[in-house]
């Protein structure tokens, strides 16, 4: 993947603006803690610098100016860090580091300033440092000053910002390698799904999306593609076979109508045989008739046509119709047909299509089944949801054959020899996914049991 490609990504640019928001949050965060830090640093030495000089003032109060002066000069200019000075009232220096600064009457009445360079000693390790000081005028006039150089809170606070400045620099480079290792993943993963794409456009049907292990938004939209091809592939695999099976089936009785028409054709040809052609050619016209439009009725409703006109219906009572309907022709063949239904089952569909559906399943029950058999119309609730069957207890079929019955024109052998187009159940198939229904047949011991999940 080309780098200009990765920079270019969605992925990348949505990596980039989350760091870039996330950046901007650190850096709003990183200088409210600078300044909350910085405040109570400076606050910490302004209060040991209150302290030291309330102290003085109390033992000034005790002993006198002269103690005073040998206890600032036994402090030393390095006395706890900090620098103090002494004038008498009349501005002559007494003691400290702090008493050639000229400061003013203005300065004492400020209490606190910073001491620049020119206003402090020169210090022998290293040039002169800006000293905030505290100014205060004793009982007898004099002045005291203590002090702190700045330079030790600056250090602080120059080691926290370097500190804080490398801290965001490795949060940029880490979240800049992260967004594009992360995008660089992405794209690998869309890629793979691009080609598998372009191998299906060419013709290879069978190629699926690698699906991964993550379980993440990809590999859902993988899972979902992947279904939609399966899908696909079945119904083109459905429709290679449609034509054929068309033509075979209905080859048949237009090949025998041709036949019976041509010899009602004839001139010494009796009345008789010529109108029993023509009966005979309009049933099986009328036949073919019927597989398209049942064919027709597989498209429409697997195009979703009749979604529209969903309803709410109760599928105990269909059923029950249904059941009522059928149950004497099946008496006359010889078979009895039970309902043991739930009540009520609300749900939401097309009324004429559910009854069709359970229609067809009876109705293909009673077509390939001996006398003397039982076919059940039931439904059932268990933990997984609400079940509608139509079994029975004939001879049922195959495995193989079993998983074919949904497909369009397909027969079991045994049933060859009876009327019908083979369209009877995937009609029922094509409805219960347009009701978004399972389908399934399975053994009944003996017979065959067709389970729709209907929950």
Request: hydrophobic share 45%; with cysteine; aromatic share 6%.
């Amino acid at each position: 993947m080309p780098q200009t490609s990765l920079i270019r990504s969605t992925s990348f640019r949505l990596a980039a603006n989350y760091l870039l928001l996330f950046t901007l949050s650190v850096l709003l965060l990183g200088l409210f803690l600078y300044a909350s830090v910085r405040n109570e640093i400076g606050h910490d030495f302004d209060a040991r610098i209150v302290e030291e000089s309330e102290s003085l003032q109390s033992d000034f109060a005790k002993h006198g100016l002269e103690w005073l002066q040998d206890a600032i000069v036994a402090h030393g200019v390095g006395g706890g860090g900090l620098t103090y000075g002494l004038k008498d009232a009349h501005g002559k220096p007494f003691a400290g580091d702090l008493t050639d600064g000229g400061y003013s009457d203005e300065d004492v009445r400020a209490g606190w300033i910073e001491m620049r360079e020119d206003q402090s000693e020169e210090r022998g390790d290293g040039p002169p440092e800006i000293v905030r000081a505290l100014f205060t005028r004793l009982a007898d006039g004099s002045i005291l000053v203590v002090g702190d150089e700045q330079r030790r809170s600056t250090g602080v606070m120059r080691a926290i910002f370097w500190v804080f400045v490398w801290a965001l620099a490795a949060t940029l480079g880490l979240g800049t390698l992260g967004g594009l290792y992360s995008s660089s993943l992405f794209l690998r993963r869309i890629e793979a799904m691009s080609q598998t794409a372009r191998g299906i456009m060419a013709g290879d049907w069978r190629r699926r999306i690698p699906e991964s292990k993550a379980n993440d938004e990809l590999s859902a939209v993988a899972r979902t593609f992947n279904r939609m091809f399966d899908r696909i592939e079945k119904l083109l695999e459905a429709n290679k076979h449609v034509s054929a099976d068309i033509a075979h089936d209905l080859r048949k009785p237009l090949a025998r109508t041709l036949r019976r028409l041509e010899a009602a054709r004839g001139d010494d040809a009796a009345p008789e045989i010529a109108k029993a052609a023509i009966e005979t050619g309009i049933a099986d016209i009328q036949g073919v008739l019927e597989t398209f439009n049942a064919l027709l009725r597989i498209g429409q409703i697997e195009a979703g046509a009749r979604r529209a006109a969903f309803k709410p219906l109760d599928l105990t009572e269909i059923a029950g119709e249904v059941a009522d309907a059928f149950r004497p022709a099946a008496e006359e063949e010889g078979k009895t047909l039970v309902a043991r239904l739930e009540t009520p089952l609300p749900m939401s569909g097309d009324r004429e299509l559910r009854t069709q559906m359970i229609a067809n399943l009876v109705d293909n029950a009673l077509r390939h089944t001996p006398k003397g058999i039982v076919i059940e119309v039931a439904s059932e609730r268990g933990a997984g949801g609400t079940q509608f069957i139509v079994a029975d207890n004939g001879t049922g079929g195959a495995v193989a054959e079993r998983e074919r019955i949904f497909e369009r024109f397909y027969r079991v052998d045994a049933a060859r020899a009876t009327p019908g187009s083979g369209l009877g159940l995937s009609l029922v198939a094509a409805i219960a996914e347009l009701h978004g229904l399972n389908c399934k047949a399975s053994d009944n011991g003996p017979g065959l049991r067709v389970t729709i999940d209907l929950v």
